[in-house]
């Protein structure tokens, strides 16, 4: 499976603070820019982004503040795979994910999600504490 150049180069100008998300999907045989999100945008504007019944890659940009009351941020990596996806789907994007985010250096945290709450905001900022 091939990776786009624009998919590492948006990935770069994401850790640069440009955008806030960023969609991935499979076109034919290579792994291409879906969307971006601007950096006004919410967690909640990022998975109502996410199709409900196709598989997606994901990288968002979380802003919180830790118990010590500290601002940070980490970029997640967020595979979608909902259960209402097509099998052949959930089997290309599985076999594929490990050599895709390889490509994208300073993903922090990986989360798999075959569900919505499987990434609630909390969910997600428990995983980056």
Do not use: H
């Amino acid at each position: 499976m091939a990776v786009e150049d624009n998919c590492k180069l948006k990935f770069m100008e994401l850790k640069k603070r440009t955008y806030r998300f960023i969609i991935f999907r499979i076109d034919g045989q290579q792994v291409v820019v879906e969307k971006l999100g601007n950096p006004q945008e919410t967690y909640d504007d990022f998975t109502n982004s996410l199709p409900a019944d196709e598989c997606r890659y994901a990288v968002f940009d979380l802003d919180f503040t830790t118990n010590e009351n500290c601002q940070k941020s980490k970029i997640f990596f967020i595979a979608w795979s909902p259960d209402s996806s097509r099998v052949r789907m959930k089997m290309v994007y599985a076999s594929s994910k490990d050599r895709f985010k390889r490509s994208l250096d300073g993903i922090q945290v990986e989360l798999q999600a075959t569900d919505p709450s499987e990434m609630s905001f909390d969910i997600v900022k428990s995983r980056a504490l």
